[in-house]
């Protein structure tokens, strides 16, 4: 994983074994959420904690 405060649909479809377009699909639903919350998003990539913090497991000790 990268060192970027951002993931990308295509490291989100890689990490995930998914297709790109339900990478973007869930990003888009993630960054839906933050706007909620009062966040500033990036169109097309996800902050890496909430990405973490949304797929579970991803975020046990010892990940960084």
Known sequence: MS????????EVAEILD????????????WNEELKKK??????GRVSREY?????YGMNKKGDD
Request: charged letters at 25%; zero cysteines; hydrophobic letters at 45%.
């Open 38 to 43: 009062g966040y500033t998003t990036v169109q």
């Open 18 to 29: 998914i297709s790109k377009a339900l990478a973007y699909r869930m990003i888009r639903d």
């Open 3 to 10: 060192d970027s405060i951002f993931v990308g649909a295509a």
């Open 51 to 55: 990405f973490k913090e949304k797929i």
